[in-house]
């Protein structure tokens, strides 16, 4: 019970500071799961990070789902995910009690525009972040690319691509196997 208690108020803390969504939190995850508490490791994160984007729902309550769920099963998963969730629904409840009072208030107004500049900083923080632990060659430059054209230019569901890209990764690796495998014959034989 006191892990889940620590999971609770360690994903509390982690949504309370979070503005922005999943992304946003992903500076603060690394900080506080990876490099206080060793819960998780970087490579950890990242793929949580594609899973939560692959499913449905908010990206923030999955990823701490599966940390959650590799800490204490499905209580550490209800925890983590209860943990996000907690400070916004505080939060909206005082925001809706009092928004009539604030809504056109300047300084609220003016608080809000630097708070949307923070969370493009963070996400650019988390893009970087990410394409220096997923993009490591050639393949993934271009399979980058490809899926960047894909979502600008059409209307492609982005679970469709998140798909294909699984598809192309696996077929990328059996082809890298292979060759390896025949290049290793070849070597053997002479």
């Not at 949504?15 to 939190?25: K, S």
């Not at 209860?82 to 009690?97: D, F, R, Y």
């Amino acid at each position: 019970m006191k892990e889940l208690l620590q999971i609770y108020l360690k994903f509390f803390k982690i949504g309370a500071a979070t503005f922005g969504g999943g992304y946003a939190m992903l500076p603060i995850l690394r900080r506080e799961i990876v490099e206080k508490e060793h819960w998780v490791s970087e490579e950890e994160i990242m793929d949580f990070y594609a899973i939560g984007q692959s499913l449905p729902g908010i990206i923030a309550i999955n990823v701490g789902g599966c940390i959650g769920f590799q800490r204490k099963k499905e209580a550490g998963a209800v925890a983590a995910a209860l943990g996000v969730v907690s400070p916004c629904l505080v939060i909206i409840t005082i925001i809706a009690a009092c928004l009539s009072n604030f809504q056109d208030n300047v300084w609220v107004r003016h608080a809000m525009s630097a708070v949307s500049v923070c969370v493009c900083a963070l996400i650019l923080d988390s893009v970087i972040t990410m394409w220096k632990k997923g993009v490591k060659d050639k393949f993934g430059i271009v399979l980058f690319a490809v899926m960047l054209a894909a979502m600008t230019f059409t209307k492609a569901n982005p679970v469709i691509l998140v798909i294909l890209s699984a598809v192309a990764g696996i077929l990328c690796k059996s082809l890298r196997n292979v060759t390896d495998k025949n290049a290793d014959k070849g070597g053997k034989d002479k």
